[in-house]
Structures are given as structure tokens and as C-alpha cells.
């Protein structure tokens, strides 16, 4: 089946501990993004890469990173800086550059600090 | 800057009724218009894209207009189901922006049976 996997589905974080969530697109495209959705806030935008080896910083970078050395892949850490961290995350693909073209959603990360 | 509405933020509604949900955004300068489900702690699944030289898009028993001069699009489901349950967002994509889409804040819906 062609989708986007995100893993994993849940995942607990200690105070100070960088985690990554994964992002896995078999669709072949080109632009991926982050989004973090917190609960009356809707989604917002963490990074988003247009083509492999590229990326951008979204509305609320500060505390994450990414990498996009695979076009099928793109990671998000979440490092010690992101002072709240719970939160649902999640990844999406669209085809070409990314403006006109359909988007499509892999089934989230929970994250949750402990 | 662009801002997408979404009114009213919950809709309760009986089993067979139809319904509208609206979407409205502020600056027209759009590539497309997109309307997404969600279910409760599950992903986002996508409805029907509209691009911005389109008026609406059907898919079943939903039907999505598109005014981009006024900044509105509107969702139509007709003869709600229970099934229908879920929370409704609409997205756009703004010119200049790098693809990403700016979200509305959702409209949950609750179809009673």
C-alpha cells in the first residue's frame, strides 16, 4: 500500500532527553512537512522540506530539528530546548514542489513527557 | 499573513440531516483549497482539494464550493450518518508560502442517530 508511516505511534519522554519521531513516505514525493496539533490550537508548521538535502523553518521551529538525506524519509528530533513538548505530530507529503498538489497525512505521533 | 476560520467550532446534528460547514480565509492569492477529516487520535485523512480556478468539488455525498474572491468555501454533507462523526478541517495553500497550508481551527461534528 502506498502511504505515509509515522512511528511510532506512542512515545514518552524524560525531561532533558531528545527523542526523534520518524516520517515514511512511499508516494514518492517531493515536499514533506511537520505539523505539531495541540488541543484548541489547530495545527502549526515545524519544518518542511520542498526536495531532498533542503529544508525550511516552519512557525514554531525553535527546540526541533530534521533531516532530509533520503527523499522517502524525514525525521523530527525533538530536542532538550522544546520546553513543552506534549503534544500529537504530524507528518505529510505532496507531490512536486508542493503547492498545487494534493497533501496526505501519516497517523501521528503522541508524544508525551513523563 | 493568512488566517483561516473555521464557524461553528461543534455542530450536533440528527441522523438524515443535511449540513454545512464553512471555511473562511483571509488573503484569495490561494493555489487550493483542501478539506481533511480527523478522528479522534488518528491522522488526518484528505476529503477533496479544490484548486483555485475550480468552484467545487463532489466526492459522494460531499460536496465542497470554492468563492475565493470572498475567502469562503463551504462543505456540504448530505444525508448525515453517525458514521459522519469526526472533526472537519479546511486548508489552504497561499502563493509564496513553499506549499505549507495554513489550517482553520476545525469544526467537530456529532451526528446523533
Known amino acids: 500500500d502506498g502511504g505515509i508511516t509515522q512511528s511510532p505511534k506512542y512515545l514518552f519522554r524524560k525531561e532533558g532527553q531528545n527523542v526523534t519521531l520518524s516520517c515514511e513516505q512511499n508516494?514518492?514525493?517531493?515536499?514533506m512537512y511537520w505539523y505539531r496539533q495541540d488541543p484548541g490550537q489547530g495545527l502549526r508548521l515545524i519544518y518542511y522540506?520542498?526536495?531532498?538535502?533542503?529544508?525550511q523553518k516552519g512557525d514554531i521551529a525553535e527546540g526541533y530539528s530534521v533531516s532530509r538525506e533520503k527523499k522517502e524519509s524525514f525525521p523530527l528530533t525533538v530536542t532538550s530546548a522544546q520546553k513543552n513538548p506534549t503534544a500529537f505530530y504530524l507528518c505529510a507529503s505532496r507531490r512536486g514542489g508542493g503547492a498545487n498538489t494534493e497533501a496526505f497525512f501519516g497517523q501521528g505521533t503522541r508524544l508525551t513527557v513523563v | 499573513k493568512q488566517e483561516v476560520t473555521q464557524i461553528p467550532a461543534a455542530l450536533s446534528v440528527p441522523e438524515g440531516e443535511n449540513l454545512v460547514l464553512n471555511c473562511s480565509f483571509t488573503d484569495s492569492a490561494i493555489y487550493n483549497l483542501q478539506w481533511f477529516r480527523q478522528d479522534p487520535g488518528k491522522g488526518l485523512t484528505s476529503l477533496l482539494l479544490?484548486?483555485?480556478?475550480?468552484r467545487e468539488q463532489t466526492s459522494g455525498r460531499l460536496n465542497a464550493s470554492l468563492d475565493k474572491s470572498s475567502g469562503r468555501s463551504t462543505l456540504y454533507i448530505a444525508a448525515s450518518q453517525p458514521g459522519d462523526s469526526a472533526t472537519y478541517l479546511c486548508?489552504?495553500?497561499?502563493?509564496?508560502?513553499?506549499?505549507?497550508?495554513?489550517f482553520g481551527q476545525g469544526t467537530e461534528l456529532s451526528v446523533k442517530p
Open positions: 479544490i484548486q483555485s480556478s475550480q
Open positions: 508516494l514518492n514525493h517531493d515536499a
Open positions: 486548508a489552504v495553500t497561499s502563493y509564496n508560502q513553499g506549499g505549507k497550508l495554513i
Open positions: 522540506s520542498q526536495i531532498v538535502n533542503d529544508f
